[in-house]
């Protein structure tokens, strides 16, 4: 279903977004 891929996507980017801004200080 879309909504897993849309959901996991979705988990990824945040999980990205808080580490860029964890390694940014």
């Known amino acids: ?3 897993l891929v849309c959901g996991t996507l ?3 980017g945040s ?3 808080a580490n860029s801004q964890i390694t940014d200080g």
Do not use: E
């Open 1 to 3: 279903p879309r909504v």
């Open 10 to 12: 979705y988990l990824v």
């Open 15 to 17: 999980v990205l977004a």
